[in-house]
């Protein structure tokens, strides 16, 4: 059951269109990235992929189903800033818990330690609050998940062990995965296929 | 030493919880770090996520929470760092380039806010910032909430740029923007340095912090354990000093990036299962 998106068109402002006719497709498993000039609508994008907000144009299928509201959403979003994805007035447990309670073994993998547990999202630094928001991202109803330039905000080896982890899981999920990122380099590295969003 | 414009000397900074209610205690994110920026020098500083390198900018900047406890020597041309002269100097000879985009303010038009402190004829140097960044003149208009993230960068960035300043402090000034873009903000703080004023780049793009930096202070847990210069980053890494720093350098992308953690599980390399198609194939990312 792929994700599909077929002639996605967006505009903020009447017939300023940021992006049309994209047609997009990721099977179960699969790792594709996208680039793209900063400005030229992947976060746009990734939000329509993940049902946020509906395409003026186009439409977004998982298995040929259109995503239901109200309803847990297969296609997970993990966003590009996590102090802005994240209720500064819950405590990271209440956090990390709101959609499931994740094992020991996936806190291990992405090295959440406990006293941080307790604290409010301010007490905790950009990469940390981030690795929250990737362990509640991979809920185990979770088909697709979309990483808007997930580990910009981490240093080298960080980056590497999560997207070890990261992959990992998925794989044995059979989790799709879209990486968006500035980075060539990340990309090459970690993706099956590239798609690149609008005009070169 | 005479020449050094900013000294950090042993460092630390603790910060003041309650727990249990009224019982108090006092945590240490940074114990000893040690910095040196002489003028017109670039210093890279980089470590960890959560080593404290973003704390070492707002102490030198004076913009700590009121519960944090500071300890060691800051000194700004060879005068010591007040708290008084930190608020006499921040935005004005130390300029800053904040790390989170959640510094705009969300109600006014980032044109106004980068117009912020130019005096008289704000509307045409804002109007040339802009258009050094890549950004058009009716994004002026808009709100931050209507920016990408990576323009948001660059609004940010244009903030921080003004006459007469001497320290640009960059807390990850990068992150999110596409490499040209990315080409003009190194530009622009190589720029700076060659007018004279020293920079301290914190980041975690090792790479592109050494196309401009001349030295690059490494971080772990709160400590510095290691400045090298910029040109001992190459190979294998055998100059540097510390093992922390070659695993950082080696987990780049563009080196081996997580090979030390395979091994331990199977790890598959996506070339084999590559299709085409719609899809570019991998190496057409011509950016």
Redesign the interface.
């Known amino acids: 059951m792929p994700l599909i998106g077929e002639n996605l068109g967006y505009y903020?402002q009447k017939e300023r269109w940021i992006f049309k006719d994209i047609?997009l497709?990721v099977a179960p498993g699969?790792?594709?990235?996208l680039?793209?000039?900063?400005?030229?609508?992947?976060?746009t994008l990734s939000r329509i992929l993940a049902g946020y907000i509906k395409p003026r144009n186009g439409r977004v299928t998982v298995g040929g189903g259109e995503l239901k509201r109200n309803a847990f959403r297969p296609v997970q979003l993990i966003y590009?800033?996590p102090?802005?994805a994240i209720n500064p007035k819950w405590r990271m447990e209440d956090v990390l818990t709101e959609s499931y309670t994740p094992s020991q073994d996936i806190l291990d993998a992405f090295e959440i330690r406990d006293e941080w547990l307790k604290r409010w999202p301010l007490e905790?630094?950009?990469?940390?609050l981030q690795r929250f928001c990737i362990v509640r991202a991979l809920n185990p109803a979770a088909k697709y998940i979309i990483a808007d330039?997930m580990t910009?905000?981490?240093?080298?080896?960080?980056?590497?062990?999560i997207?070890?982890a990261f992959l990992?899981i998925c794989?044995s999920r059979n989790i799709g995965v879209i990486v968006v990122s500035?980075?060539?380099?990340?990309?090459?590295?970690?993706?099956?296929?590239?798609?690149?969003v609008g005009r070169? | 030493m005479s020449d050094a414009l900013l000294q950090v000397e042993h460092l630390s900074i603790g910060f003041s919880q309650y727990f249990k209610g009224t019982k108090k205690r006092v945590i240490h994110p940074i114990s000893d770090l040690n910095v040196e920026i002489r003028e017109g020098e670039i210093v890279a500083v980089v470590g960890s996520s959560g080593s404290g390198k973003s704390l070492l900018a707002h102490a030198v900047l004076g913009i700590l929470p009121g519960n944090a406890v500071c300890g060691g020597n800051i000194a700004y041309r060879g005068e010591p760092l007040t708290e008084e002269r930190k608020a006499r100097l921040r935005g004005r000879e130390i300029s800053f380039i904040p790390q989170s985009v959640n510094y705009l303010d969300p109600l006014m038009r980032v044109g106004k806010q980068v117009r912020i402190g130019l005096g008289a004829d704000a509307p045409s140097v804002q109007q040339a910032l802009f258009q050094r960044y890549g950004l058009k003149a009716s994004d002026g208009r808009l709100f931050p909430y209507e920016l990408s993230g990576g323009m948001l960068r660059r609004v940010l960035f244009a903030t921080s740029v003004r006459e007469g300043v001497r320290l640009v402090i960059a807390d990850e000034p990068t992150p999110g923007i596409h490499p040209e873009a990315l080409a003009e903000i190194l530009k622009q703080l190589k720029q700076l340095a060659s007018e004279g004023a020293g920079v301290m780049l914190i980041t975690h793009d090792l790479m592109s912090a050494l196309e401009i930096a001349d030295r690059v202070a490494v971080i772990e847990e709160g400590r510095t354990v290691e400045i090298s210069e910029a040109a001992a980053f190459e190979g294998a890494g055998r100059q540097l000093r510390t093992e922390f720093t070659r695993r950082l350098w080696r987990a780049l992308p563009d080196n081996d990036f997580d090979l030390e953690l395979q091994g331990k599980e199977e790890v598959r390399i996506a070339a084999d299962r590559r299709k085409s198609g719609l899809l570019l194939s991998k190496g057409a990312l011509d950016f």
Do not use: F, P
């Open positions: 903020y047609h497709s699969e790792v594709l990235g680039s793209g000039y900063s400005g030229c609508g992947k976060t590009q800033h102090e802005k905790l630094s950009g990469g940390q330039e910009t905000m981490l240093d080298a080896i960080t980056q590497a062990k997207w070890n990992r794989r500035h980075e060539a380099a990340l990309l090459n590295r970690i993706c099956d296929n590239l798609y690149k070169d």
